[in-house]
């Protein structure tokens, strides 16, 4: 696989080498994305004053994953050639280019297994059905048996073990690596449907205002822009040539790239409404009446604490105060109050139609009339 003409590393530059440096650029911006998504994810959490979750640990580690994966194929573009073709490598290129062809592989099967974790984690957390939960966990070891599966392919496919990184040593024996590819292809396009497909129903009925409801159908659309591009890849990986796999490989690992890539965001986006709703106020809805967003108010102020004040007539006053806490969700889709203390006599609630003042008239005793003025302060502390 190397010659008289091979070119030797000290030589090496990226001008001569287009290709690779397509993969390199490609590979660094798409980490950089992936950062700024995952750091805004971080963000919106803490502007939200919540803890983070099992499902944002695991989103760093996915990250991490993308990194392995990505700086792996940018050693390959700069030590070991990775864009041009095998006979013009040395051998110590071409051991490079195993090298981090195999950390590669297994960066990016542990990155994009732990976004499919995450977010179905984050199903768990927003939904909270004990049906679809246990769909949930059952759909969690399944792509933890993906994930398993992958390593055991990746690990087990030349033996002995140091036959991955020098596979015409004589004496070893390898399999067939495209076989590999489309069993563990195959495996993460059906799982990724399924985990895209498991949430429609419940997303679709959820009562939110229209503009909000199409927008968290868009985040899933750039899931299966996802599936998409898993599938070209998958299409790629078999125009491979493993004589020249430096040169032909290039494509399948800039479509690898993009893939955990657009994973991250599709599960960072919908935990970044607080930013949004920060920045873009007038474009955001109340959370608890469907109307516009609060334009002067902070969004996590907003988000966390509404008083509000019903006036009655000014005879006599009656103050009360209500505590109502309401779990966390990622959709944010509140809709209505529920009493919790329906023991109370005072029959305030049925005047709690609006923010505006109602009065609430009593008797009438020597041609005068009664009434009360009702002061309710209610709290909504989202936990």
Request: glycine share 8%; aromatic share 8%; proline share 5%.
């Amino acid at each position: 696989m190397s010659g008289p003409e091979a070119m030797p590393m000290a030589s090496l530059a990226l001008a001569d080498n287009p290709r690779g440096t397509g993969l390199l650029v490609v590979c660094i911006l798409l980490m950089i994305i992936a950062t700024l998504a995952v750091g805004m994810r971080l963000w919106a959490r803490k502007y939200k004053g919540t803890d983070f979750a099992a499902d944002d640990y695991v989103t760093i580690f996915a990250l991490i994953g993308l990194y392995g994966n990505g700086v792996a194929e940018c050693v390959a573009v700069v030590l070991g050639g990775r864009g041009l073709h095998a006979t013009t490598l040395s051998p110590a290129q071409l051991a490079i280019n195993y090298k981090t062809l195999f950390a590669a592989q297994l960066s990016w099967t542990l990155s994009t297994s732990a976004i499919k974790v995450a977010l179905l984690l984050l199903y768990a957390r927003v939904f909270p059905s004990k049906r679809f939960k246990i769909v949930v966990y059952i759909m969690i070891g399944v792509v933890t048996a993906y994930c398993l599966g992958c390593l055991i392919t990746f690990f087990a496919n030349c033996q002995p073990f140091e036959a991955n990184f020098a596979p015409g040593m004589p004496g070893v024996h390898c399999g067939n690596p495209q076989a590999g590819w489309l069993g563990t292809g195959l495996a993460n396009i059906l799982t990724d449907i399924a985990i895209l497909s498991l949430p429609m129903r419940n997303v679709w009925n959820l009562q939110l205002p229209k503009r909000t409801k199409w927008a968290v159908m868009g985040v899933f659309a750039i899931g299966f822009a996802t599936v998409i591009i898993s599938t070209i890849r998958l299409v790629s990986l078999f125009q491979i040539d493993v004589m020249d796999f430096t040169y032909t490989a290039v494509p399948a690992d800039i479509l690898s790239a993009f893939e955990p890539t657009l994973a991250i965001a599709c599960t960072c986006i919908p935990i970044m409404r607080p930013l949004f709703k920060r920045f873009f106020p007038t474009h955001s809805r109340s959370n608890l009446y469907g109307g516009r967003g609060m334009g002067g108010q902070s969004g996590a102020n907003h988000a966390q604490k509404s008083d509000i004040v019903m006036s009655g007539l000014k005879k006599n006053s009656v103050k009360q105060h209500k505590r109502i806490s309401i779990p966390a969700t990622s959709t944010d889709g509140f809709r209505r109050l529920e009493d919790e203390q329906q023991h109370k006599t005072t029959d305030w609630k049925t005047h709690f139609t609006s923010r505006s003042s109602t009065p609430v008239p009593l008797q009438v005793q020597d041609g005068k009339q009664q009434g009360i003025e009702i002061t309710t302060d209610i709290v909504v502390q989202r936990d």
